[in-house]
């Protein structure tokens, strides 16, 4: 992984339950925006696992990297994982139609930010 890139794993009992990765950009006028990736493997969604990484990365984020921006983005219909995002300070910021293609549809998905003022 680069060195602007921070990994973040969740194991219960010996097994990898959930991986966040956090990247931070190098150009100069974005050095204060990160970007996140979460995965919560299904067996284990809503258990507190991708909580649990968010709270660690924004501790990161806040008090060690000096973000002032971390943003995501999240499929429309994952309504738990927005829900997630809401909870720790992310807001809808717009919509990109036909953003991926997924089990041979195309869907939509927001684009999400939390701006630490």
């Not at 990365?57 to 995501?72: A, I, P, T, Y």
């Not at 499929?75 to 738990?80: K, R």
Request: glycine share 8%.
């Amino acid at each position: 992984m680069p060195e602007s890139a921070f990994s973040f794993v969740a194991f219960i009992d010996d097994e990898l339950v959930g991986h966040l990765v956090l990247f931070t950009e190098e150009r100069h006028r974005r050095r204060h925006v990160g970007g996140l990736g979460l995965g919560v493997k299904p067996t284990h969604q809503r258990l507190g696992v991708g909580d649990a990484l968010i709270t660690t990365m924004l501790h990161l984020c806040d008090d060690w990297l000096n973000l002032r921006r971390v943003e995501l983005t999240v499929c429309a219909d994952n309504i738990p994982a927005q829900s997630l995002y809401l909870k720790h300070g992310f807001v809808k910021e717009g919509l990109a139609r036909d953003f991926a293609f997924r089990r041979g549809q195309f869907v939509d998905a927001h684009y999400m930010a939390r701006v630490k003022t």
